[in-house]
């Protein structure tokens, strides 16, 4: 099953903050289903963007299995 999680504020591993949204994808996953995180690269704590775009504006990362 193809399951996408949309929220604003979710954050990968290693970074400030609440990391529940990749726990959940990281075991659904582990499950065998395909999960894929949508988020802001604008870190709230930190205030500050997370990651660099280039000419695109989508970024793409698969931290063990769960594409973000």
């Known amino acids: 099953m193809n399951i996408w999680f949309i929220h604003h504020y979710a954050v990968p591993p ?5 990391t529940r949204h990749f726990t959940v994808a990281d075991r659904l996953t582990a499950a065998g289903h395909t999960v894929r995180i ?15 775009f ?15």
């Open 54 to 68: 280039g000419n695109g504006v989508e970024q793409l990362e698969r931290i063990r299995g769960v594409e973000f």
């Open 14 to 18: 290693g970074s400030a903050g609440g």
């Open 38 to 52: 949508a988020a802001s690269s604008y870190h709230y704590l930190t205030q500050r963007e997370t990651r660099e």
